[in-house]
Nanobody, 126 residues
Framework: QVQLVESGGGSVQSGGSLTLSCSAS???????MAWFRQAPGKEREGVAAIAVVGTSRHADSVKGRFTISQDTAKGTLFLQMNSLKPEDTAIYYC?????????????????????WGQGTQVTVSS
């Protein structure tokens, strides 16, 4: 039902920054959302999640470097990525849920999400 589109990916040198955006192409009423990533040869992992009211949780691997945020008025999700490292290289996906679980609910478990974007490539070189 919901289509998500990511943008903002690209190539950057180690230590650089990128900002990813995710917009709903058909619906703007979204529940808890998250960013996931999948690196070559690796399984998908949760990067950051955000609740409806804006509380957030970040994976230990990106804590202090990445910040998830949202513009509820526009229905847009963001991921500000600073101090990028080569190990951050991956396809980044945004996701949202089909079930409302409360204003402060969030999770980094992939099975809690039902709608996924097509992904945007982030490449960090040394």
């Amino acid at each position: 039902q919901v289509q998500l589109v990511e943008s903002g990916g690209g190539s950057v040198q180690s230590g650089g920054s990128l900002t990813l955006s995710c917009s709903a192409s058909q619906y703007t009423h979204l529940y808890h959302m998250a960013w996931f990533r999948q690196a070559p040869g690796k399984e998908r992992e949760g990067v950051a999640a955000i609740a409806v009211v804006g509380t957030s949780r970040h994976a230990d691997s990106v804590k202090g470097r990445f910040t998830i945020s949202q513009d509820t008025a526009k229905g847009t999700l963001f991921l500000q990525m600073n101090s990028l490292k080569p190990e951050d290289t991956a396809i980044y996906y945004c996701a949202t849920a089909s079930t409302y679980r409360g204003p402060d609910y969030l999770t980094l478990e992939s099975h809690e999400y039902d709608y996924w974007g097509q992904g945007t490539q982030v490449t960090v070189s040394s």
